[in-house]
């Protein structure tokens, strides 16, 4: 007799991307200079491209911007 094993279904959920400054701070009605400066200071949560670099080139994911 062979067994049958289930595979559980996963429901499908997309990925999100991530966002650059501009558009970032269009999501939270500031400027881009703002959203900079509320990253640094660890007001909201952010992603450096390169996290070695002097001068960091953020991203942001918006899901994380709407729970702050």
Do not use: C
């Not at 939270?28 to 703002?34: D, H």
């Not at 900079?36 to 200071?41: G, I, Y």
């Not at 991203?59 to 994380?64: A, K, M, N, P, T």
């Amino acid at each position: 007799m062979m067994s049958t094993q289930t595979i559980p279904v996963v429901p499908f959920s997309p990925v999100e991307r991530f966002v650059d400054p501009d558009t970032a701070a269009n999501y939270l009605q500031t400027t881009r200079r703002r959203v900079l400066e509320m990253v640094r200071e660890g007001l909201i949560p952010g992603h450096p491209l390169d996290p070695h670099a002097k001068k960091k080139d953020w991203r942001f994911l918006l899901s994380e911007l709407h729970a702050y």
